[in-house]
């Protein structure tokens, strides 16, 4: 399947396709991401500079703002699913 076409199918209501499924993956994988970059920084400078001089109040904002996206994506999952029907 296309990108484009399956993005086409997650806009589409009852195609089986979960954009807030599809959204949480999506935040996860970037945010890991993000967090990891700042890891490598960080390891980077201590073994060059042999201390840290990168300003740690900035960098703990980030790390703060992509904890607030991995939230709000869990959080959406979790409320849309709990008014769902289950058919047990």
Do not use: P, Q, W
Not at 9 to 20: A, M, P, Q, V, Y
Not at 27 to 32: D, E, F, H, Q, R
Not at 62 to 71: E, P, R, S, Y
């Amino acid at each position: 399947m296309r990108v484009t076409e399956y993005l086409k199918e997650l806009i589409k209501n009852g195609s089986g396709h979960s954009s807030k499924s599809f959204f949480l993956v999506a935040v996860t994988l970037m945010g890991c991401f993000l967090l990891l970059i700042v890891g490598f920084v960080l390891v980077y400078e201590v073994i060059v500079n042999k201390s840290i001089k990168t300003d740690l109040m900035g960098l703990s904002a980030f790390v703060g703002a992509i904890t607030a996206l991995f939230a709000s994506a869990g959080v959406t999952k979790c409320l849309s699913e709990k008014n769902e029907n289950k058919n047990v």
